[in-house]
């Protein structure tokens, strides 16, 4: 028995944030800062741990894969949303 039952899912829908339309340059600008201090503070951990020697212990060293895994998992959502409110858009491809 052949069949053809297969779906396919071109892109999810947000729907867990709703803006108002006067609010979206605020939470833009909102969400703009924490991701960059996301970033820099990440960066500022990562090069301090990496150029004091005397970080280099385990400690340090699994502070800096955490401030990495942050860098990573943050660099992959936050442009998303960001795109997401200036576009009006809910829409992830």
Do not use: R
Request: glycine share 4%; aromatic share 12%; net charge negative.
């Amino acid at each position: 028995m052949t069949g053809n039952n297969q779906s396919v899912v071109s892109q999810f829908l947000l729907l867990g944030l709703h803006i108002p339309s006067e609010y979206w340059h605020l939470f833009y600008a909102l969400f703009l800062a924490m991701y960059l201090a996301t970033i820099l503070g990440n960066f500022i951990i990562l090069i301090l741990i990496l150029l004091d020697s005397h970080l280099h212990t385990p400690m340090y060293l699994f502070l800096s894969n955490l401030s990495f895994s942050d860098l990573c998992i943050s660099s992959v959502t936050m442009p998303k949303l960001l795109q997401n409110i200036q576009s009006q858009d809910p829409s992830i491809t």
